[in-house]
């Protein structure tokens, strides 16, 4: 999986100074929260509420939609996959291109070792996770099997997301706690 310092890298070409620069910010982090305080990340209630709709529409359809959407979520499923793997190969030659710059970079001095280190490891990471075995898909996928795993996944994707609500709800709340207790004893 690509880390905060690797993504741009997984999707795109990246200078060799734009990374390390990147990097940098980890041996300086600021961070204007602190400042104005954490709000609640609206990405969960809208997820939650798209899976809602999702579900419902879903209820709703007849057999024949239910093998329509099949036969469509089947064709893309092998669209995705294949741009998939096309995806992957590139990333994977890009992570590797960029490790073997930083392994080959001289440092100005000995104390920016401790930043080639970080950026050899936040590579290491994302060529260790990054890359996932795709799971292999039906020759054939009934509407009633598709309607069964969609509502599953829907159903799924809702604990989630209802559960990642609530921890980023006490996550805020603690953060604001912690700053505002911070800025009063500055007083």
């Not at 798209?50 to 089947?74: P, Y």
């Not at 069964?148 to 799924?156: F, H, I, V, Y």
């Amino acid at each position: 999986m690509a880390t905060g310092y690797t993504a741009k890298l997984c999707d795109r070409e990246v200078s060799f100074q734009d990374f390390v620069l990147s990097c940098s910010k980890a041996f300086t982090q600021e961070d204007d929260r602190a400042l104005t305080g954490w709000k609640v990340d609206q990405h969960y209630e809208e997820e939650i509420q798209k899976a809602r709709k999702e579900i419902g529409r879903i209820k709703g359809l007849s057999d024949e939609a239910c093998d329509a959407e099949a036969t469509v979520w089947l064709r893309k499923e092998r669209e995705k996959q294949r741009a998939y793997k096309e995806k992957q190969a590139k990333t994977k030659e890009r992570l590797l291109s960029m490790k073997e710059k930083v392994v080959d970079w001289k440092i100005p001095s000995k104390d920016h070792q401790p930043l080639k280190e970080f950026m050899l490891q936040q590579l290491q990471d994302a060529l260790d996770h990054e890359f996932v075995e795709l799971k292999s898909l039906p020759e054939t996928y009934s509407g009633k099997e598709w309607k069964r795993d969609q509502l599953e996944e829907l159903k799924d994707t809702l604990e989630f997301y209802t559960k990642g609500l609530s921890l980023e709800i006490q996550r805020v709340t603690e953060l604001n706690r912690w700053f505002k207790e911070l800025r009063g004893s500055l007083v």
